[in-house]
């Protein structure tokens, strides 16, 4: 049973930066996929990102040239930095990991951000 943790939210102005990390309680190299995921109130729950175990990296539109999914192995973290943040990206993100593409066995618990205007 591998346990993830995030950490790294909180609340900022449009514009501004953060940086998400999910740590692994073991090694994140055997997972053949990494995710975050977001859920904004009211909404359903969608992936924001992802990252194969080749390194390759998934984005999608609405982030894509704002934020970058990024992994590092030898600490077990996988890292999500969001730049030029806007009020539609308020939401819970979650970390994610899973043995085959789109297949997630592993959750965390999530971490607010909340973005002003």
């Known amino acids: 049973q591998v346990r993830l943790a995030e950490s790294g939210g909180g609340l900022v102005q449009a514009g501004e930066s953060l940086r998400l990390s999910c740590a692994a309680s073991g090694s994140i190299s055997n997972f053949y996929v990494m995710g975050w995921f977001r859920q904004a109130p009211g909404k359903q729950r969608e992936l924001v990102a992802d990252?194969?175990?080749?390194?390759?990296?998934n984005a999608a539109d609405s982030v894509k040239g704002r934020f970058t999914i990024s992994r590092d192995n030898a600490k077990n973290t996988v890292y999500l930095q969001m730049n030029s943040l806007k009020p539609e990206d308020t939401g819970v993100y979650y970390c994610?990991?899973?043995?085959?593409?789109?297949?997630?066995?592993?959750w965390g618990q999530g971490t607010q951000v909340t973005v002003s205007s």
């Open positions: 990252i194969l175990r080749d390194g390759s990296t």
């Open positions: 994610a990991a899973g043995w085959h593409l789109t297949v997630y066995h592993y």
